[in-house]
């Protein structure tokens, strides 16, 4: 019986020691269990930023105006307002504008008030002394050459507000000179490039990355406000300007030594 409880317990011991040295990995399932450390990549590269731009002519000319009349009531500026009002669309007609060239650029109503002091409590008080009504109008259109003939035109029926005239790129136009700039902005970004590689005794052996950009960046527009146009004799003279765009080029170049 002693015998059979010791044969057991050698067992057990040679079972409970197995278990043990299986839990131990040995060094080459150790080394395969830990994650290996990434290898830095060997692949070099210069990014650079190459632009090119242009000046050229306008193809559409913006004029925003309108008529702003006060009268002791909203009814009665609202009327008088949309009498010069249509005066006014009428004489840009016939100077040569159309119906799908001309936009409400703003419409408003608003009451006019007027400080005073009492005499008896010295309180400064308002009253209302009656309504304003502005329309303002955009004409938007690629006559350029009409440019005084609609202010002129615009003023002799009525307008009293000029706030605007400024001239632009058409949305084509724009697009079609920032494309015909996308080559030139490459070509200034690998210049540049190559001139910061020659002192390193690098060259450029590939391209990894380009990203396009083209812009408009038309002048501010000039502003007018309300003008008093009752001596104006002559044709206004309006000059245009040549309008800027640019494109940008952002190049990611690998490269490799000499």
């Known amino acids: 019986m002693n015998k059979a409880i010791t044969v057991a317990a050698a067992i057990g011991v040679v079972l409970a020691l197995g278990f043990s040295l299986g839990a131990i990995p040995s060094g080459i399932n150790a080394q395969a269990q830990t ?6 990549s060997r692949e070099k ?3 650079v930023t190459g632009q ?3 000046f050229v002519e ?4 913006n004029i925003r105006f309108g008529v702003e009349v006060q009268k002791p009531t909203a009814k009665e500026a609202l009327d008088e307002n949309s009498d010069q009002m249509n005066k006014v669309i009428e004489a840009i007609k016939a100077a040569g504008i159309n119906d799908d060239e001309i ?12 400080s005073y002091q009492e005499k008896e409590t010295g309180i400064y008080k308002q009253k ?3 309504y304003s009504v502005s329309n303002i109008i955009q004409v938007k259109t690629p006559k350029l050459d009409l440019v005084s003939e609609i202010i002129d035109a615009a003023v002799d029926s009525g307008v009293n507000r000029v706030d605007s005239v400024w001239f632009s790129l058409s949305e084509k136009k724009q697009q079609q000179v920032s ?9 200034n970004a690998r210049s540049k490039a190559e001139k910061a590689l020659v002192p390193l005794n ?3 052996i590939g391209v990894k990355y380009v990203s396009l950009d083209g812009g408009y960046h038309p002048p501010p527009m000039p502003y007018y406000g309300a003008m008093d146009f009752a001596e104006a004799k002559s044709a206004t003279p309006i000059f245009s300007s040549d309008q800027q765009v640019t494109a940008s080029a952002s190049v990611v170049f690998l490269i490799g030594s000499n």
Do not use: M
């Not at 994650?35 to 830095?40: A, V």
């Not at 494309?179 to 070509?187: F, H, V």
């Open 128 to 130: 209302l002394t009656g």
């Open 103 to 114: 936009t409400t650029s703003q419409f408003s109503i608003y009451p006019v008030y007027e």
């Open 58 to 61: 306008p193809d559409r000319l």
């Open 52 to 54: 090119a731009n242009t």
């Open 35 to 40: 994650e290996p450390t990434p290898f830095p």
């Open 202 to 204: 690098y060259q450029i």
């Open 45 to 47: 590269t210069i990014s």
């Open 179 to 187: 494309d015909d700039l996308l080559a030139e902005a490459i070509t």
